[in-house]
């Protein structure tokens, strides 16, 4: 008698556990965040904050692409829960272009463009009609302006919004710079190999991804109050899922930004 209700007993905690296990178990499993990114520096830096987010129940998985332009087209297809590739300049023209619905929300690191020549040490030491070659991310060309502008070689006519401005919004060009501007901006390092043109402009990520250090090849570079610092993208209606606010909380944290400055030794801004 006292071995059947010992079993009777038993038989019920276990019942009891298994049914607090049911309950239990959706809310406490991991959520999966799938995150779009180029190679260098974005996957490097998300890869770095993986295990953090895994300690407060975030699985982060990080798909490389190699085309930027393949990257909002999944998030908005929902293949993506959330982008980190590009600058506001560039959202900003995904959005007026293609009509996409999202939201950014937040800064994480600039990626400084810069100029690369084996021709000149310096942009004032650039000859008449020399040629200055660009990629064709058109909103990179406000950066490009800006830096010729500090170096004294152009001017920009007045009114001009820089992260909107174009070839076409150069004023004056006393040397007769000559701009192309019509390549995919993976190709850049190579053409700076290769000695084409005069000044090649070349993105941090590729220049870095290419073996190219900026901080001792560059022979300008942007200045680190540009407005295009790189930030991650949601679906408008997201920006407050608390997978979302783990993982800029985790990016913008000052441990994460320190390391970004410390791992790509200076090519590579943090924001905060």
Do not use: C
Request: proline share 5%.
């Amino acid at each position: 008698m006292k071995k059947h209700r010992l079993l009777k007993l038993a038989t019920a905690a276990a019942v009891l556990l298994l049914g607090v296990s049911a309950v239990a178990g959706p809310a406490s499993a991991a959520t999966t965040l799938k995150v779009g990114a180029t190679k260098t520096p974005h996957s490097i830096i998300l890869n770095h904050v993986k295990p953090q987010l895994k300690k407060e129940g975030v699985n982060l998985k990080v798909t490389v692409f190699q085309d930027y332009s393949l990257i909002d087209k999944a998030l908005v297809a929902k293949d993506l829960d959330a982008t980190y590739f590009a600058h506001k300049p560039y959202v900003d023209q995904e959005v007026k272009k293609n009509g996409y619905k999202i939201a950014i929300v937040g800064a994480v690191h600039l990626e400084p463009i810069s100029a690369y020549s084996k021709k000149v040490k310096k942009l004032s030491q650039l000859k008449d009609g020399s040629t200055i070659l660009v990629s064709n991310n058109r909103p990179d060309y406000g950066r490009v302006l800006t830096i010729l502008r500090d170096a004294g070689l152009i001017t920009i006519k007045k009114g001009t919004k820089i992260t909107d401005a174009d070839f076409t919004d150069i004023a004056k060009n006393p040397k007769h710079l000559k701009f192309k501007h019509d390549y995919d901006p993976k190709l850049m390092p190579s053409l700076y190999k290769n000695n084409e043109g005069d000044v090649q402009f070349i993105n941090a990520n590729f220049a870095v991804q290419a073996g190219i250090n900026p901080t001792k090849k560059a022979i300008a570079t942007e200045k680190k109050s540009s407005p295009y610092a790189n930030v991650v993208e949601v679906r408008k209606g997201d920006q407050n899922k608390p997978a979302v606010k783990k993982l800029m909380k985790a990016l913008q944290s000052k441990s994460t930004q320190d390391w970004i400055a410390k791992r790509f030794n200076g090519a590579v801004l943090p924001v905060k």
